[in-house]
């Protein structure tokens, strides 16, 4: 089982990006998924998590209205949309995921796979 995390790289305040996460060895339609992100000294924290149905997403306060999760099952593959990008958003952006059968409102360790991670910096 592997999750591919990929498309972070360096931007300026205000650009977009399009983070994926692309799923091997497990069919992540039947698995809730989330994203994380930790910067330098900082705990890891979540971003923005979406049910297995995709019908129930959730973002932190910081990034609401600016970034987007979604997922296409047909490519096996997790996206999330970043707009706006700030200098505080710098960090490195990790995926993850949990069986359907999970809660939710899952903590960082109880996430059963995660991805490699994948680098966002954003510059003033």
């Known amino acids: 089982v592997q999750l591919q995390a990929s498309g972070g790289g360096l931007v300026q305040a205000g650009d977009s990006l399009r983070l994926s996460c692309a799923a091997s060895?497990?069919?992540?339609?039947?698995?809730?998924v989330a994203w994380f992100r930790q910067a330098p000294g900082k705990d890891r924290d979540v971003v923005a998590r979406?049910?297995?149905?995709?019908?129930?997403?959730y973002y932190a306060e910081f990034v609401k209205d600016r970034f987007t999760v979604s997922r296409d099952n047909a490519k096996n593959t997790v996206y999330l949309q970043m707009n706006g990008l700030k200098p505080e958003d710098t960090a490195v952006y990790y995926c993850?995921?949990?069986?359907?059968?999970?809660?939710?409102?899952?903590?960082?360790?109880?996430?059963?796979?995660w991805g490699q991670g994948t680098q966002v910096t954003v510059s003033s």
């Open positions: 993850a995921a949990a069986p359907s059968y999970a809660s939710f409102w899952l903590s960082p360790g109880e996430y059963r796979y």
């Open positions: 060895g497990l069919s992540l339609s039947t698995y809730h």
């Open positions: 979406m049910s297995w149905t995709a019908q129930r997403t």
